[in-house]
């Protein structure tokens, strides 16, 4: 006996057993639900060709082939990685606006009998609630900026916030990027920006509004993605947590942290290069020198005296911020990290939760 195939609109990964979009290979890729896999009723080729018969010869023939290609794909999932789901299955499923794709498979499944939820309006009735959310979820957080010059170990403190129990945004995490011109992750390619959104927002549905949440100080970019702008606006008049860290001290983490460009030269040097007009040929001269003479940490400061720390300075000069705490920090090591963590939570009294690590 078949199951009833339930409309929602319901879409938290979650709340299923397992989100299954069917849409081709490059829209899911493009953007996604966070957690859903990629179960396509089409890929991408034979999208093209059912397109090209309906524009070229008829809907019906469209129809009519698409049916059968989605028949083979869908049986081919039922043989993979459906092979082995339980009769109490509960998926969720949906395509590009909740039409013949989602419905065909959904039959398929609910033919077997388990309970069958499809998106209503599919994935853009699910982009219109990330834009809905994006305005209406950053004014209710009790955002606390992390700040400091870089090398500071922001993102770090980020985490044993996190391990104490704070509530954390890691926006350079989901972005895939560190932030700055030396930011790129390797391996690790940027998402586009809607799919940033859609996991920006998965992250913002886990907090409570009542706690503190911290976040990194960051400028309106994280590499080619944009922070979105009530999130940004919020950020921007929000109360900063300062980390104040001798230069040395950071000129060496920052060397612990981007140890791929002490083995990527040539990627070092078009980065410096890259500062000509800022800051001239005699200065990234002498960079350029240090690089080749591999005195990374004399580079480091450099760069930081020279580039950075003026331009952090030019930005907090510009704004009149808040400043909730200032916390000095002789060296950017797990130990003065946790000690900072601790510090910043028993400052919020009994409005941040503290666990010991």
């Not at 089409?42 to 049916?67: H, I, N, P």
């Not at 911290?214 to 009530?230: A, D, K, T």
């Not at 000095?328 to 910043?344: D, H, L, R, V």
């Amino acid at each position: 006996m078949s199951a009833p195939i339930h409309t929602t609109t319901d879409w938290k990964a979650g709340h299923y057993d397992m989100v299954i979009d069917v849409r081709s290979p490059s829209e899911f890729a493009d953007d996604h639900i966070p957690g859903a896999v990629n179960l396509p009723a089409m890929s991408d080729e034979e999208r093209a060709v059912v397109g090209t018969l309906y524009k070229q010869t008829s809907a019906f023939e469209a129809r009519k082939t698409g049916a059968a290609i989605m028949s083979r794909n869908i049986a081919r999932h039922m043989d993979t990685v459906l092979q082995d789901k339980p009769s109490g299955f509960r998926p969720l499923i949906h395509c590009w606006r909740g039409g013949q794709r989602s419905r065909a498979f959904a039959l398929v499944l609910s033919e077997v009998g388990w309970t069958t939820h499809l998106l209503h309006g599919g994935y853009k009735a699910y982009r219109r609630d990330i834009l809905d959310r994006l305005k209406d979820i950053p004014p209710s957080l009790n955002l606390q900026i992390i700040a400091g010059r870089t090398g500071s170990g922001k993102t770090a403190l980020l985490q044993h916030l996190q391990q104490k129990g704070g509530q954390i945004v890691d926006l350079e995490d989901l972005a895939a990027h560190r932030g700055s011109l030396l930011g790129q992750i390797p391996g690790r390619p940027q998402p586009s920006q809607r799919l940033f959104e859609s996991c920006l927002i998965d992250a913002l549905l886990e907090l409570d509004p009542d706690q503190p949440v911290f976040v990194e100080s960051e400028s309106s970019r994280i590499g080619n993605l944009q922070i979105p702008p009530v999130l940004w606006r919020q950020m921007t008049t929000a109360p900063l947590i300062t980390l104040d860290v001798p230069v040395k001290a950071r000129a060496a983490y920052l060397v612990s942290v981007y140890d791929r460009l002490t083995t990527d030269t040539a990627d070092l040097s078009r980065l410096i290069s890259g500062m000509v007009r800022r800051h001239g040929y005699e200065v990234t001269g002498e960079w350029q020198k240090l690089m080749q003479e591999g005195n990374w940490c004399g580079l480091a400061e450099a760069l930081l005296s020279t580039h950075y720390d003026p331009a952090y300075d030019q930005s907090v000069n510009r704004h009149n911020r808040t400043q909730r705490l200032q916390i000095t920090q002789p060296e950017c090591s797990a130990a003065e990290m946790q000690k900072s963590a601790a510090q910043i939570l028993s400052s919020f009294g009994d409005q941040a939760p503290v666990s010991e690590d």
